[in-house]
T-cell receptor, first 110, second 111 residues
Framework: GQQVMQIPQYQHVQEGEDFTTYCNSS?????IQWYKQRPGGHPVFLIQ?????EVKKQKRLTFQFGEAKKNSSLHITATQTTDVGTYFC??????????FGSGTRLSIRP | DVKVTQSSRYLVKRTGEKVFLECVQD?????MFWYRQDPGLGLRLIYF???????EKGDIPEGYSVSREKKERFSLILESASTNQTSMYLC??????????FGPGTRLTVT
């Protein structure tokens, strides 16, 4: 069945450093969504990418969808302590069902 | 403001008990989902529903069933709880192929 792999599992950075998480699907996706889950919280939607090669920015966050629509990345520039949490990608291929990656947990040294 | 509520934040049940987890959304969303979240495994889909009385199995439906009698309510049932069903359970809803809104989660412990 369809699988969505996400790496790395953990990332510990110094505040101000950049952070990137990568997502790869075993099949072509119709869209990719990104979610953030703060410690003790629930996943909250960040963004959806639909087009091949699409790049979207939200302040310090840059999201990319691969040309083949099988991979995606989230890059955070100059991390802040408010960025702490687990970032999930979720790939959609049919109907309204999406498959979540295993997530990347970001921790930050002040 | 969008809202998804779950009946309990924490629940402790004994092995063999029948367990009901309730989820209610107030956004008139057609799609509702049940996930379980375990460390290192992300969110795994148990069941989802795209309409009242309609349901589809997700990736890990074994040991679970669901009920959707009304559009706003989606119930997850553990017919006979086992210790390996100790987990965080998250309910979500969506309108079409767009963002999912999650409830706060129910941390279930089966002893």
């Amino acid at each position: 069945g369809q699988q969505v792999m996400q790496i790395p599992q953990y990332q510990h950075v110094q505040e101000g450093e950049d952070f990137t998480t990568y997502c790869n699907s075993s099949t072509t996706l119709s869209n990719i969504q990104w979610y953030k889950q703060r410690p003790g919280g629930h996943p909250v939607f960040l963004i959806q990418l639909v087009k091949s090669g699409e790049v979207k920015k939200q302040k310090r966050l840059t999201f990319q969808f691969g040309e083949a629509k099988k991979n995606s990345s989230l890059h955070i520039t100059a991390t802040q302590t408010t960025d702490v949490g687990t970032y999930f990608c979720a790939g959609g291929s049919s109907a309204s069902k999406i498959i979540f990656g295993s997530g990347t947990r970001l921790s930050i040294r002040p | 403001d969008v809202k998804v509520t779950q009946s309990s934040r924490y629940l402790v049940k004994r092995t063999g008990e029948k367990v009901f987890l309730e989820c209610v959304q107030d956004m008139d969303h057609e799609n509702m989902f049940w996930y379980r979240q375990d460390p290192g495994l992300g969110l795994r889909l148990i069941y989802f529903s795209y309409d009242v009385k309609m349901k589809e199995k997700g990736d890990i439906p074994e040991g679970y069933s669901v009920s959707r009698e009304k559009k706003e309510r989606f119930s997850l049932i553990l017919e006979s709880a086992s210790t390996n069903q100790t987990s965080m359970y998250l309910c979500a809803s969506s309108l079409g192929r767009v963002e999912q809104y999650f409830g706060p989660g129910t941390r279930l412990t089966v002893t």
